[in-house]
């Protein structure tokens, strides 16, 4: 039962990223967050941590999350740039 119960809640992640409706990684932050870091083997702070500072997470974690979700690793990767680019702009434009 837990284990069906995990996949519907990745399911719903999943697509999500495939629907192009995650922007930035924060987006997920409310989805399940302590289910995602015990299963990413980190703690639930450090996750949310890597959520907000996106540029933070290893290739390692990136490619686990892709397979817990069973996403390709580019679909997060391109929310990561995305969110990094528009970071960067918006420093541009204040500095």
């Known amino acids: 039962m837990a284990k069906e119960e995990n996949d519907a809640q990745y399911k719903a992640i999943r697509l999500m990223f495939q629907s192009g409706s995650i922007k930035r990684m924060r987006d997920i932050e409310k989805l399940y967050p302590t289910m995602i870091a015990k299963a990413l ?22 490619v686990e999350l892709a397979n817990l979700l069973d996403i390709n ?10 969110q990094l680019s528009s970071a960067n702009r918006i420093k541009k434009k204040s500095g």
């Open 41 to 62: 083997g980190i703690n639930h702070s450090r996750y949310i941590q890597k959520l907000y500072k996106p540029e933070e997470f290893s290739v390692k974690y990136i």
């Open 73 to 82: 690793p580019q679909l997060i990767i391109e929310v990561i740039f995305k």
